[in-house]
Structures are given as C-alpha cells and as structure tokens.
C-alpha cells in the first residue's frame, strides 16, 4: 500500500477551513465522501485509473491546538497500489495536492512538515 503523509500549519480561519478543503480536493479530482468537524475523508473519483490506484485523503484537523486564525492540518493521502516506483500514482497525487495547498490563495502554510 502506498502512503504518503504531510503536516500544515495555516493561517486559515476554522469555520472556512473544510470549505477551503473540499474545494481544493474537488480541483484535483476526488469526491468527498466523510466530512466531520475535525475530519474529512475524499476518494479520487473513477475512471481514469484502475480501481486499486484509485487515491484516498484523509484530513485530520487538529481542533485542540487550533486558534481563531491558525490551525494544524495532517494528510494521509493512500492508495492499494504497492509503491514498486518512486513517480507512482498515488506520490503524483500526493504532490498535486501539496502543490495546491502551497498556492491556494485562501489561506497561508506558516509551517510544513513532510
């Protein structure tokens, strides 16, 4: 199973972060399919590869440590595909959705870890 993890903290507003979120996962082609207060799962949606590199997202959003103006964000972004090359699907994925969340003018990566 290939799985890739990143750390954000941003300076994003807590009630507008999951609608940030969502639309940025919309843009790199996954359907939100779990959304709760402090987690949100989103599949890629089928159709352009096969079924077991299809990509899964799941975001944690540390709500503990989150201020009116900042918040922490984890990534696990995961797929059935065994990593055999370095440039997988699920890494391409990976590096969509980081690439995305660095130029995303809603909100602003103070810190970034993975």
């Known amino acids: 199973m290939a799985r890739y ?20 996962l919309r843009t790199c082609n ?12 989103a599949r890629e949606i089928p159709g352009k590869v096969n079924f077991a590199k299809l990509v899964t997202v799941e975001v944690l959003i540390d709500h503990t440590t989150a201020t009116a103006e900042q ?3 984890n990534f696990v972004v995961k797929n059935e595909e ?3 090359q370095l440039d997988n699907h ?10 995305l969340l660095a130029q995303d003018s809603h909100w602003k990566v103070l810190e970034m870890q993975g």
């Open 90 to 99: 699920c890494r391409q994925m990976f590096d969509r959705v980081k690439d």
């Open 71 to 73: 918040v922490q964000v």
């Open 30 to 41: 996954f359907d939100i399919i779990y959304r709760i207060s402090d987690y949100m799962m």
């Open 5 to 24: 993890t990143c750390s954000y903290i941003a300076n994003v507003p807590f009630e507008k972060l999951q609608t940030v979120l969502s639309e940025l």
């Open 82 to 84: 065994l990593p055999l």
